[in-house]
């Protein structure tokens, strides 16, 4: 019988010819990912289960990337990251992305030197950057946002401490084959467009709970010309609308980037990608025709109350912020300066890469000739170090959060639900960094085609 990309590598994983949707399989896990927030409950419950003196399966197999709550003063947070140290200590595990300027006796400098620590930043983006992204396979994680390493053809999602340390136990883990929603873009994206207005629109469509436990299959044209980091946006926000996994056909771009990243970081080069066999079933099919949508926000309190731009502009805002797993990516940044570029901002602005290489991108990277980071810095934004920080509030002195009921914010982030960005009552508008991006030149919400055209400021 015809199976789908998820049935096909699950079913590798678990040694059968064929899986279809309901099936209950053991499968074997290629990675698992741990970061500071959960990383030391995981740890936590894999001694109590398997013994204080217990060996993960294989330490090669397990990354764990601190990057939620680096630059603060708060001493939980430090002796989290204190915790993972000792572990990896333990254990020898290879792959520790330590920040290690982060110490117990006190706040880190947000401008300690990343390149000469062994830190990336944000799990997701690192992921892909280090080459622990590989078609065909397994991926794990605690943290929900685990599906964005789907966009390189992979079985990516997010689970909960006790899962994670039975796999880190066993390298096993029980699942049960989700069925599969197509969602077929048609034609390419303008200059005005970006990846994540298509998934506001998708996640608008459906609603939070659309895809529960079911596989997001993004396909057609409009998404494999994107490039890898547009993809990711897509995959990353498979969970906003309650998706198991988001997945993406492999492409030549695809395995370009993967035998890239993983011949620079010396990680496993071998990988073997699927394909969807003709005639396999989808419990839901829909086609966007790209030409059809609109720049995309969503409205308090929920990703899935959409709007187009056009339809709240003008709505005040009291800052904006371009980061995260979701919107902090070389690209987005790059997109977002375009339209900075000799302007001025409106209202307080934040800039915050999601890995080092990232912010190292805003050195190199240019507009006629002028860095990235200096036409931030000439619109009047606020550069922060690499990190999660506000995009899921974290403590008082996280940078950027919002500490107020009177703040509204657009943002590039994947979540808008109360007290996500800080205090309860506050406001968030998730949308593009390009609409993010001309909402901060006008300090309304502003569709990006007004700047673009060049429409006299409010």
């Known amino acids: 019988m015809p199976m789908t990309m998820t049935e ?45 003196n217990a060996r993960v399966w294989d330490p090669d197999r ?49 401008y ?42 992979m079985f990516a999602s997010g689970v909960g401490n006790t899962d994670a340390a039975f796999i880190l136990g066993t390298g096993k883990t029980w699942v049960k084959v989700p069925p599969t929603m197509r969602f077929v873009f048609e034609g390419e994206l303008p200059e005005w467009l970006m990846a994540k207005d298509l998934i506001l629109a998708v996640i608008g469509e459906i609603g939070v709970d659309g895809a529960t436990y079911r596989a997001m299959q993004f396909d057609g044209e409009g998404v494999l010309s994107l490039p890898i980091e547009e993809r990711m946006t897509l995959t990353n926000m498979a969970i906003e609308a ?12 695809t395995e370009r980037y993967v035998r890239e990243r993983t011949r620079r970081a010396g990680t496993r080069a071998e990988f073997s990608p ?10 839901y099919e829909k086609v966007f ?33 371009i980061g995260s797993c979701t919107g902090g990516k070389t690209g987005d940044f790059l997109a977002a300066a375009r339209l900075l570029k000799g302007n001025e901002v409106r209202v307080p602005t934040f800039i915050v890469p999601s890995t080092t290489e990232v912010d190292a991108s805003l050195d190199q990277l240019t507009v006629d000739g002028v860095t990235l ?24 002195d996280t940078f950027g959060r919002l500490n107020s009921a009177e703040e509204v914010c657009i943002s590039a982030t994947n979540r808008n639900f ?18 993010v991006a001309a909402s901060a030149l006008r300090g309304v919400i502003t569709d990006p085609r007004d700047v673009m055209a060049g429409v006299a400021a409010v």
């Open 289 to 321: 025709r790209i030409g059809q949508i609109e720049p995309m926000v969503a409205k308090p309190h929920s990703p899935d109350n959409k709007a187009f731009v056009s339809e709240v502009a003008g709505t005040k805002i009291t800052r904006a912020y």
């Open 62 to 110: 397990v990354v764990i990337i601190p990057d939620h709550y680096i630059f603060t003063a708060n001493p939980q947070a430090h002796r989290n990251i204190e915790i993972l140290r000792d572990f990896v200590r333990e254990q020898g595990i290879r792959y520790f992305y330590d920040p290690d300027f982060v110490k117990d006796e006190g706040m880190p400098s947000p």
């Open 112 to 153: 300690a030197d990343p390149a000469r620590t062994h830190y990336k930043g944000v799990c997701h983006t690192a992921l892909a950057e280090e080459g622990h992204n590989r078609p065909g396979e397994v991926l794990f994680g605690t943290d929900s946002h685990t599906c964005t390493s789907g966009a390189f053809n």
């Open 242 to 253: 309650g998706g198991k996994n988001g997945i993406i056909p492999c492409d030549a771009e």
């Open 8 to 52: 096909k590598i699950l079913a590798r994983a678990a040694g059968r010819d064929h899986v279809e949707a309901g099936d209950n399989v053991w499968i074997n896990v290629d990675t698992l990912m741990t970061h500071d927030v959960c990383g030391p409950g995981t740890i936590g419950i894999f001694k109590e289960r398997f013994g204080a």
């Open 418 to 435: 109360p007290g996500r960005m800080g205090h309860k009552q506050s406001q968030v508008y998730l949308a593009s960094p390009l609409t």
């Open 373 to 396: 980071r200096q036409i931030f810095a000439d619109a009047g934004c606020r550069i922060g170090p690499a990190s999660c920080m506000a995009c899921l509030g974290g403590p008082a």
């Open 274 to 283: 699927v394909a969807a066999d003709p005639g396999a079933r989808y419990a």
